[in-house]
């Protein structure tokens, strides 16, 4: 390999510029995009130059025959904030998203830490397999975000890896007592738990880590026959979130002015350079924008909007019929003739 994980290149056809995340197998790289940080693709090395104008500069430099050698910068690790509350929170949870190589097949999965409450923490995680670390993430995780820890690869799930991870409330009179969790990943545990994960609705393998953050027998006689007393005399209501329960931040008017309701899946649309894209990687690149669209949507409190996949065999159409109904905020939607796109779009209509 030419190009270190962290290095800074452009592409040679198109003169986008990014930093490679990762090695992939067949020559390939994964990049992470700078006109879009929360897009990876895959690309070959010999389409790829260092970009020299954006190389980081590193303290710990080596001197090798009069001439600095700078090591390359680590990617920063990527951070991703709710655009919206959940009503019913699950807690902090560990989710592993596959990443498609060139031919579709699942080679690795990027980790990644899922705090889907109000609360802030600090953590302290570890992946290995018996003396070896895999990953180890030791940082702050705010309320309602989603922090990347790094990458899994398919081979290390047959040896049984385990997930250590030491978390501490952040309260408003100090710290709070830490809580501990050890879950050993089974393969086929592994691939049972295929969920759409929140905040970041991609569907991906993961396991709930900490559903609460009371410590063991920490609870009171008192509150324990407070509660058993609620069950019994108190009559059940309809379950959902009140009516007046609010479940998006306020928007801002200017940007819900300026928001277009449509969104072209065309793979020429999205990204360039996308010759050489297996078609598995051209799927995952379109679902993917359409997870911040339909985000962004949501958060600015859109009615309708078209999502445009053209006609073609209907994979594009499908898939993006199976993610909608993964949405709970998707009232409805559906693929009629439409004046301006025929066939060739879904309209979505949101609660």
């Known amino acids: 390999m030419l190009f270190a994980i962290g290095t800074k290149v452009r592409f040679r056809f198109t003169g986008e510029t990014g930093m490679i995340t990762a090695q992939l197998d067949d020559g390939m790289l994964q ?11 895959p690309a070959f090395e010999e389409d790829l130059v260092r970009d020299e104008m954006h190389e980081p500069r590193s303290a710990g430099a ?10 390359p910068a680590p990617p920063p690790r990527r951070q991703i904030k709710g655009q919206y509350v959940i009503l019913k929170p699950k807690g902090i949870l560990i989710a592993f998203e596959p990443m498609p ?16 409450t109000a609360f802030e923490f600090l953590f302290d995680i570890r992946i290995g397999i018996g003396s070896e670390t895999l990953l180890k993430v030791e940082d702050k995780l705010a309320g309602t975000t989603v922090l990347e820890l790094g990458d899994l690869l398919y081979d290390d799930l047959s040896d049984l890896p385990e997930i250590e991870i030491i978390i501490r409330r952040i309260a408003t009179d100090g710290l709070e007592a830490p809580l501990t969790r050890r879950q050993k990943i089974k393969p086929k545990q592994f691939f049972k738990n295929l969920h759409t994960a929140p905040i970041l609705n991609i569907l991906a393998h993961q ?22 007393y609620t069950r019994q005399h108190v009559r059940h209501r309809s379950s959902g979130p009140p009516r007046n329960a609010v479940r998006y931040k306020a928007f801002d008017v200017e940007e819900f002015a300026h928001f277009e309701p449509e969104i072209d899946l065309h793979i020429e649309k999205l990204v360039s350079g996308t010759a050489r894209l297996d078609p598995g990687m051209i799927l995952y690149i379109q679902i993917q924008h359409l997870h911040r669209f339909l985000e962004k949507a949501i958060r600015l409190g859109v009615p309708r909007v078209f999502i445009i996949h053209g006609i073609g065999e209907g994979k594009l159409r499908n898939a993006i019929s199976q993610e909608l109904q993964s949405w ?24």
């Open 328 to 351: 709970p905020q998707v009232h409805k939607f559906k693929n009629e003739y439409h004046a301006k796109y025929g066939y060739g779009a879904t309209e979505v209509l949101f609660h």
């Open 101 to 116: 190589g060139r031919d579709g097949s699942v080679s690795r999965y990027k980790a990644w830490l899922i705090n889907d």
């Open 207 to 228: 396991f709930l880590l900490f559903g609460s953050f009371e410590p063991e027998g920490s609870q009171t006689k008192q509150e324990t026959d407070l509660r058993d």
């Open 62 to 71: 080596k001197f090798i025959q009069g001439k600095k050698e700078v090591a």
């Open 31 to 41: 990049v992470r995009l700078d006109s879009d940080p929360d897009l990876e693709i």
